[in-house]
């Protein structure tokens, strides 16, 4: 069994911690902005800060140490990065934060089951659960109050009055209880329609 730092947690708090402002700090920042320019100005400033920690740190030496297979995963991902940021600035144009961000968070669920897929990583009941949370709250936000007919209604369509018909009194039916029980099995081989 692989054993990780304990303090991993703290980091990954710190991430989702980071990841809220960003959507926040994002969601005013794009207010009337280009979604493309805008992320090409947060790229720089993560450029700036991150190729500052490495320079500060002396880690840019192991740049001449990595194998051709992690520079392509780290420059595929790179490009996955960039797609995302693009689409969720998008995104963050055309609806509010608190919807984008939990919707965003999907990709916590693809994780799970990618990682499942492709790294052989275990899929427990806990994991299983937990990806079906989180794709049960994206859905839940997704869903709009009106249901899916509502939210693709065209929006300049006249308002027309309309009276409410009176409600209609229903009496309730009660089933028959002198009807026999009757036990059946059905043999899909035997049924005939």
């Known amino acids: 069994m692989t054993h990780y730092?304990?303090?991993?947690?703290?980091?990954?708090?710190?991430?989702?911690?980071?990841?809220?402002?960003?959507a926040i700090f994002a969601k005013v920042g794009v207010e009337n902005v280009n979604s493309n320019l805008a992320t090409a100005?947060?790229?720089?400033?993560?450029l700036i800060i991150a190729w500052g920690i490495v320079g500060v740190g002396g880690q840019w030496r192991g740049l001449f140490t990595?194998?051709?297979?992690?520079?392509?995963?780290?420059?595929?991902s790179g490009i996955a990065t960039g797609l995302s940021w693009l689409c969720y600035f998008k995104?963050?144009?055309m609806a509010p934060a608190s919807w984008v961000a939990?919707?965003?968070?999907l990709g916590l669920a693809l994780v799970l089951i990618l990682?499942?897929?492709?790294?052989g990583e275990a899929m427990t009941l806990k994991t299983i659960l937990g990806a079906g949370l989180i794709i049960s709250?994206?859905?839940?936000?997704?869903?709009?109050e009106g249901g899916f007919a509502s939210a693709t209604a065209p929006t300049n369509v006249p308002s027309v009055d309309?009276?409410?018909i009176e409600p209609v009194e229903v009496n309730s039916v009660t089933a028959p209880t002198n009807l026999p029980v009757v036990d059946a099995v059905i043999d899909p081989e035997k049924e005939t329609l």
Request: aromatic letters at 16%.
């Open 5 to 22: 730092d304990k303090s991993w947690w703290i980091f990954a708090l710190l991430s989702a911690f980071f990841a809220a402002l960003t």
């Open 41 to 46: 100005i947060r790229t720089v400033v993560i």
């Open 66 to 76: 990595i194998s051709e297979k992690n520079m392509l995963f780290l420059v595929l």
């Open 91 to 93: 995104a963050l144009q």
């Open 102 to 105: 939990p919707v965003d968070k």
């Open 115 to 119: 990682s499942f897929l492709f790294l």
């Open 137 to 144: 709250g994206a859905l839940v936000l997704i869903y709009p």
């Open 162 to 164: 309309v009276e409410l």
